[in-house]
């Protein structure tokens, strides 16, 4: 996976890689069409590559040395918001990553979101929120989703998923700290399922609209929580006015 910087004919890659997080490589002559790096150095792909340590070990810049073309997403282009999504799970999880720290189950998550939207089956909106919650449980982020943390109420119609403390409260809780409840019945059983469900079952849960909406809105604040970057991707996601169910609303 990649972000690209251009030079005239060469590009600078920033690779999320299982075994060494995130690093840096030089492709030279990879921007022409003649070179036998260019497909597998486009963003949005899943390459092997054969890297070269760079002689300034302090820059920690590797060099492609070859490049195999495995397979790519492209296939998002088919929306503005498939493919914002699309850019924002891949930078979000790249601001995430360190460099040379294995990011093998960050990646898996990222690939698997990303043909998920591929495959058009699943609202983008719901990959997002998906990604969100899970990348944060990946990272050493889950909340406490068990009961409410004061009282220990474990059902309810109207909860509240503290995304400072990463913690549940129930309503009269949250009211008693002066906090207002972003979940219903309906979020609150599936954010409990998106962190907590093996990984092959991830997206086997059903959610109504008014739900969803809730989860957009909770996943989001989240995840944003920790995440101390801005991140360009997200502007972009919501300069999309059919990303905002009001002004569509509005619209009619
Ligand atoms: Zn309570």
Known sequence: MQEIEYGESDRILKILTAERGLITAFAKHSMRLTSHLFAACGQLCYS???????RNTEEKMYTVVEAGYETD???????????????YMMEFTMALSLVEQPA???????????????????????VKAVFELRMMCECGFMPQLLACRSCGAYDGDRFCLDVE????????????????????????????????????????????AGSAKLLYAAAEQYALAHMDKQLNSLKFLRSLSAWDPDQQSKKG
């Open 48 to 54: 092997e590559f054969v890297l070269r340590p760079g």
């Open 73 to 87: 997403f492209r296939d998002i282009a088919y929306s503005f918001e498939a493919q914002g999504v699309a850019m």
């Open 104 to 126: 093998e189950k960050e990646l898996k998550l990222l690939m698997n979101c990303l043909y998920k939207i591929c495959q058009k089956k699943t609202d983008p909106k719901i």
């Open 165 to 208: 403390d990463g913690c549940l409260l129930c309503a009269d809780c949250a009211a008693k700290e002066n906090k207002s409840c972003n979940l219903d019945k309906g979020a609150l059983f599936a954010v409990r399922y998106i962190c907590l469900i093996e990984d092959k079952k991830l997206f086997g849960f059903r959610i109504s």
